[in-house]
Nanobody, 123 residues
Framework: QVQLVEAGGGLVQAGGSLRLSCAASGRTFNRYIMGWFRQAPGKEREFVAAISQSGISTVYADSVKGRFTISRDNVKNTVYLQMNSLKPEDTAVYYC????????????????WGQGTQVTVSS
């Protein structure tokens, strides 16, 4: 069982930056791939970024590539999402998730989810 708690959301102007964090409970954090997903009002949850257990491999949605960076600290049991050059269309609730498969962009590969943190980007 893994419990995930996100933090770092908020209101930011377009072009600004935010850093999300997701703290995981337990001593097996480094066994899980970690992902970030987001869900805007009236839309389905979509993949944002994912990182392998070691942190060496990452994958990004095309919409955030070059602007967002996912990273992890396996000592602190935390995964991060650095978001730069934010756009109004990045407004959503952001969720972190943990999975035990290989690196994946599919939400069904992730068994554990946080409660989400709101990110609002004003124009």
């Amino acid at each position: 069982q893994v419990q995930l708690v996100e933090a770092g959301g908020g209101l930011v102007q377009a072009g600004g930056s935010l850093r999300l964090s997701c703290a995981a409970s337990g001593r097996t954090f480094n066994r899980y791939i970690m992902g970030w997903f987001r869900q805007a009002p009236g839309k389905e949850r979509e993949f944002v970024a994912a990182i392998s257990q070691s942190g060496i491999s990452t994958v990004y949605a095309d919409s955030v590539k070059g602007r967002f960076t996912i990273s992890r600290d396996n000592v602190k049991n935390t995964v991060y999402l650095q978001m730069n050059s934010l756009k109004p269309e990045d407004t959503a609730v952001y969720y972190c998730a943990a999975g035990s498969s290989s690196l994946s962009i599919n939400n069904y590969e992730y068994a554990y989810w946080g409660q989400g943190t709101q990110v609002t980007v004003s124009s």
